[in-house]
């Protein structure tokens, strides 16, 4: 029984992954094309392609966190699976989609890195102003994929406001998603970026490194839990 549960839910992972990598890798694609163009005719960008891409993810991952509830929760419990093994799947699925992007981002920067040593063309290479100029790749690999990770999570719970309470708990979903994501960017950027989060007033931390990764885990797990408790026992739309 558990070895077909288990299997059940690599069987979920595998496909909502290949359909949003399906998804991400136009995403991948035309935000490259927009940084050489960008690099073609704006002299002053001196932002290297992780980065780049990294800003535009946060959105990204928002849409897709919202649009993967609608498309794919209703279809997998009118075929047989289970809530939880729909939740399990989505959540791996959601990182690795995640990960990916950013891994496929740091490749892509690697490769224009090593352009720029053998030929006189040059691109960007500065860092995003919260992580230091010095900083490894792995540690900005690290830290924008649990940022946008975070931003799809705020993008599920979106979705399942409207999908389980309608328009009124939808709305409220956007404000509990909006002060999510805006948390989520204090621990690293020390800034409130949403408009709406911005009237609360909280003071500008200063995060070390260690804590802003902590902080970011432990808003993931909140997160999630959130999206567990809604899911648990969700009424399912069959129409």
């Known amino acids: 029984m558990k070895q077909n549960v288990s299997s059940?839910?690599?069987?979920?992972?595998?496909?909502?992954?290949?359909?949003?990598?399906?998804?991400?890798?136009?995403?991948?694609?035309?935000?490259?094309?927009?940084?050489?163009?960008?690099?073609?005719?704006?002299?002053?960008?001196?932002?290297?392609?992780?980065?780049?891409?990294f800003r535009s993810s946060k959105i990204y991952m928002l849409i897709i966190g919202i649009v993967s509830c609608f498309a794919f929760l209703t279809y997998f419990v009118k075929n047989g699976i289970t809530?939880?093994?729909?939740?399990?799947g989505s959540v791996i699925a959601a990182t690795l989609v995640g990960f990916s992007i950013m891994l496929i981002a740091t490749i892509i920067t690697s490769v224009l890195t090593l352009i720029e040593t053998y030929t006189t063309i040059s691109f960007g290479?500065?860092?995003?102003?919260?992580?230091?100029?010095?900083?490894?790749?792995?540690?900005?690999?690290?830290?924008?994929?649990?940022?946008?990770?975070?931003y799809y999570?705020?993008?599920?719970?979106?979705?399942?406001?409207?999908?389980?309470?309608?328009?009124?708990?939808?709305?409220?979903?956007?404000?509990?998603?909006?002060?999510y994501m805006s948390l989520t960017d204090l621990l690293w950027e020390g800034d409130l970026s949403h408009p709406l989060a911005a009237l609360l007033k909280i003071s500008k931390p200063t995060m070390s490194l260690p804590s802003s990764i902590l902080g970011t885990l432990l808003l993931l797990g909140l997160g999630l839990f959130i999206i567990r408790k809604i899911?648990?026992?969700i009424p399912i739309k069959l129409e």
Not at 83 to 88: A, E, I, Q, S
Not at 125 to 134: D, G, K, L, M, R
Not at 159 to 179: E, K, M, Q, T, V
Request: proline fraction near 0%; hydrophobic fraction near 55%.
């Open 83 to 88: 809530r939880k093994d729909y939740y399990t």
């Open 153 to 179: 999570v705020a993008g599920w719970i979106i979705a399942l406001g409207f999908y389980r309470f309608g328009g009124w708990g939808g709305f409220g979903s956007i404000l509990i998603a909006i002060l």
């Open 125 to 150: 290479s500065a860092y995003i102003h919260f992580v230091e100029q010095n900083s490894s790749w792995l540690l900005s690999f690290v830290t924008f994929s649990l940022i946008i990770i975070s």
């Open 8 to 53: 059940t839910r690599s069987k979920i992972s595998i496909d909502l992954f290949s359909i949003q990598m399906k998804w991400s890798s136009w995403f991948i694609a035309i935000v490259f094309a927009i940084y050489l163009i960008v690099h073609g005719f704006v002299e002053k960008l001196d932002e290297n392609f992780i980065s780049f891409i």
């Open 231 to 233: 899911t648990k026992r």
